[in-house]
Structure formats: C-alpha cells, structure tokens
C-alpha cells in the first residue's frame, strides 16, 4: 500500500537558518504530493503540493519538488523564522483521493 | 467565506458509551473526509464520500465505527461503544473533488477531540 516517510522531529534550528525536512514515499500509479502544516492551536492547512514529476511546489518561501527517480518531495526553506514553528505533515494521494500522512515533524525555531 | 465546521470541539465520554461527531463541509464541495489524528497512529484515514457514490470506508478500524452523509452536506460519524484507544482527535476535511479529485486540497475542521475514560 501507499505510505510516506519523513524524517523524525523535532528540529531546532535558529533565526535565518536553512531547513530541510526529508520525505520519501512509496505509492502506485502517479501520486499527488502534499505538505501540509499544523501551527500550535490551529488546523492542518496546506503548505504546498505539486501533481506531477519535476513540478515544484511553493509557498511562502517554503518549497519541495516532486523527484520520481528517488521517490522523494523534501520540504525546504532558505530562512526559517520563529513564526514559522509548526508540525510539518509530508502526504500523498495514491490511487484514491484519501490522504495518506507522514508521522509529522515538528519544527521549532528559536531567536 | 466559512471553512470546515466541526462539533462538539471536545468531547468526554465514558467507556462503552456511543458518540456523535458532527463535520459541516464548505458549501459545494462534493468530497468529504473523516481522518483521526492519535499520539500512536498518527494521522489516518477513515472514511470517504464523494457525491451520491458508495462511500470508501476501507480505513474504519472496526464495525463500531460508522459514518452517514445527508444531502450530500452535513456528516456524522458514530462511534459505537467505545473503548479507550478511541481517545483521538477526529478530522474532518473537504474538497471541491472532481475527475481530479486526488490533486484538490483537502480543507481541514478545527476537529473533535475524542476522550474516552
């Protein structure tokens, strides 16, 4: 079956640093790719997705590309910042429209 | 406009007792989801409606669990003499699903957070 892997938290990282949260995946047929986001006391939102091989999803100043060859969508950001603290959530959708989660990572960001 | 809509936002409940979680969707959006999120299974897959087609309930972990739709809007999900590891956070989503469906965002609910003693 379709399942996701994404690296384990939590991450501390400081102001300005770079971030990188990896995720591979495993899934039949062509799957969308997704991150969503979870900020403390709020919803799953998006973060960003990308449909197809080699498309390159962003969103604020977070990007991940969809890389077949290696099964992968890792989540990077150039410049994190303490606003940015949150639980990362790496998901696909296989051969249905179901969801299909990573364990989540959660990333803190201190000054 | 208004997003997804969830309730009770908490609810407590002892052992052996049945629950109902209630998800109000986004106006329009044909496809409705049921996920829970626990400390141990992380986030998982319930339940499915897509418009006036079977629902997909191939991630109902067992016959106690149960999920209606009416009019293709509100939804219901029932969880019939419950146990202790029911305790979860139970999500809703929505999305305007259609031939592409799996590509659509998934707009999420506040959820219900499920504590069963």
């Known amino acids: 079956g379709d399942s996701v892997t994404q690296m384990e938290g939590p991450v501390t990282l400081s102001e300005e640093a770079f971030l990188t949260i990896n995720c591979t995946y495993t899934?039949?047929?062509?799957?969308?790719l997704f991150w969503y986001v979870q900020y403390p006391g709020e919803g799953l939102q998006l973060l960003l997705k990308?449909?197809?091989?080699?498309d390159k999803g962003s969103n604020k100043g977070f990007e991940a590309t969809y890389r077949k060859e290696t099964t992968s969508f890792h989540l990077e950001k150039g410049s994190v910042q303490v606003s940015d603290s949150a639980v990362y959530f790496c998901?696909?959708?296989?051969?249905?429209?179901?969801?299909?989660f990573g364990t989540g990572t959660q990333l803190k960001v201190e000054l | 406009g208004a997003g997804v809509s969830q309730s009770p936002s908490n609810k407590v409940t002892e052992k052996g007792k049945d629950v109902e979680l209630r998800c109000d969707p986004i106006?329009?959006?044909?496809?409705l989801y049921w996920y829970r999120q626990s400390l141990g299974q992380g986030l998982e897959f319930l339940i499915y409606?897509?418009?006036?087609?079977?629902?997909?309930k191939s991630g109902l972990p067992s016959d106690r669990f149960s999920a209606e739709r009416t009019g293709g809007s509100v939804s219901t999900l029932t969880i019939q003499r419950t146990q202790q590891e029911d305790s979860a956070v139970y999500l809703c989503?929505?999305?305007?699903?259609?031939?592409?469906?799996?590509?659509?965002?998934?707009?999420f609910g506040p959820g219900t957070r499920l504590t069963v003693l």
């Open positions: 998901a696909l959708t296989g051969g249905g429209n179901k969801l299909t």
């Open positions: 989503a929505s999305s305007p699903s259609g031939q592409s469906g799996r590509h659509n965002e998934q707009f």
């Open positions: 899934a039949t047929g062509y799957p969308s």
């Open positions: 990308a449909t197809k091989a080699d």
């Open positions: 106006s329009g959006h044909t496809a």
């Open positions: 409606f897509q418009g006036n087609s079977a629902p997909d």
